[in-house]
């Protein structure tokens, strides 16, 4: 039983804990993406300022042209990443004293839940030891 309890106090933890880690990933994962975005944007520029100032073969602009489709590609879940998460980022920063708070208060419950953990119980009395003895004697 005292297993099971645990457990449920685990997840209160790991319920905040997974809230924290999702807004400092989403954060590193917006800026990924904003470079990302950015690094396409470049890319797409190279190909396009290649398609409009070389006279290149029918074969190589084809191959341009595959690569150009695939740059944008990426670019467009670069951009959709940013645009997810752009909220998400306003949010934390709007919010910081909030998850400042958050940490706080994972800290508390880590620390109950360690203090739960691994409890003893002292008896006060002898009736336990009075109830064995009788049910033995039977």
């Known amino acids: ?21 999702f807004m400092r990933e989403s954060t590193m ?16 520029q190279d190909l396009l300022h290649r398609l409009e100032l070389h006279d ?3 074969h190589d602009m084809a191959r341009i ?5 695939k740059v944008r ?8 990443t940013v645009a997810e998460l752009e909220p998400v980022c306003k ?10 708070s958050l940490e706080q208060l994972l800290g508390a419950v ?3 839940e360690k203090a739960t953990q691994n409890r003893i119980y002292m008896d006060r009395t002898d009736a336990v030891r009075k109830a064995v003895k009788n049910e033995k004697e039977k």
Request: aromatic share 10%; glycine share 0%; proline share 0%.
């Open 91 to 100: 949010w934390r920063e709007e919010n910081a004293r909030a998850l400042k």
């Open 1 to 21: 039983a005292s297993s099971a309890a645990s457990d449920v106090y685990k997840r209160q933890s790991e319920y905040i804990s997974c809230f924290l880690d």
């Open 56 to 58: 290149d073969t029918y």
């Open 65 to 69: 042209s595959r690569e150009l489709k």
């Open 110 to 112: 880590r620390k109950a």
């Open 29 to 44: 994962e917006y800026e990924v993406a904003r470079s990302r975005q950015s690094d396409a944007d470049n890319e797409t």
């Open 73 to 80: 590609q990426e670019r467009r879940k670069a951009k959709d």
